[in-house]
């Protein structure tokens, strides 16, 4: 069973900044957090993945707090081609993915 | 660059056929994973190599599907006997596995419908 908790849907207006949320309590020590985002149609996507410290790439930011229970992908200014299903995965580094049901991001024109 | 490339793209078979799918990993990719997804549903994991070694097969649902990665590179998904249930989005994966770089790269999947 996929580790990590999402809401099923949200909306984001375009040219707006997307802030998607994952509860991952039971994280061990040595598991990072990952996303990836699946397009429709298309095979799933890497994004960003920290451990500890904020991550940031060309295509997104990760938040992870403190006690590193939950995390936050940011998606600086949205566009319509952000929209699709965005996993949040802990796992050990190397170790197969258990994707959860993911959140389903439309972006609004 | 080339990314993972997977043939077919889209492959029919009535039921009781063998069907073999093709994956072609990022060149020097040591990892290589197959997953399975059915429509609506998030991919499931299948199969994993480290090299030309399967490590890991606990997610093939039956003895049915058999994979292998002879030399390292290449790896074929053979599916034996096929039925309806098997239809599904198969993907592949493939990943540097350096300290730096675990993430995975997929492929555009092979869309298979047994009928």
């Known amino acids: 069973d996929a580790k990590t908790t999402q809401p099923p849907s949200m909306d984001c207006a375009e040219g707006r900044a997307a802030n998607l949320p994952c509860n991952h309590s039971?994280?061990?020590?040595?598991?990072?957090v990952y996303w990836y985002r699946q397009i429709h149609s298309q095979g799933p996507q890497y994004i960003i993945h920290?451990?500890?410290n904020n991550e940031t790439n060309e295509m997104a930011s990760l938040i992870i707090t403190e006690d590193r229970k939950s995390s936050t992908l940011i998606l600086p200014h949205a566009t319509l081609r952000d929209t699709a299903v965005y996993y949040c995965?802990?796992?050990?580094?190397?170790?197969?993915?258990?994707f959860g049901k993911g959140t389903r991001l439309h972006i609004l024109p | 660059g080339a990314g993972v490339s997977q043939s077919p793209r889209y492959k029919v078979a009535k039921r009781g056929q063998d069907v073999a799918l093709r994956c072609d990993p990022i060149?020097?990719?040591?990892?290589l994973f197959w997953y399975q997804q059915a429509l609506g549903q998030g991919p499931e994991f299948l199969t994993y190599?480290?090299?030309?070694?399967?490590?890991?097969k606990s997610g093939l649902p039956s003895d049915r599907f058999f994979a292998e990665r002879p030399e390292g590179s290449v790896s074929t998904l053979k599916i034996q006997r096929t039925q309806q249930e098997d239809s599904a989005v198969y993907l592949c994966?493939?990943?540097?596995?350096?300290?730096?770089?675990?993430?995975?790269?997929f492929g555009p999947g092979t869309r298979l419908t047994v009928t």
């Open positions: 920290g451990l500890k």
């Open positions: 060149s020097g990719h040591v990892s």
């Open positions: 995965i802990v796992s050990y580094s190397g170790d197969k993915i258990i």
């Open positions: 994966a493939s990943s540097a596995a350096t300290r730096l770089s675990y993430e995975q790269y």
């Open positions: 039971t994280i061990s020590g040595n598991e990072y």
């Open positions: 190599f480290q090299n030309e070694a399967q490590l890991d």
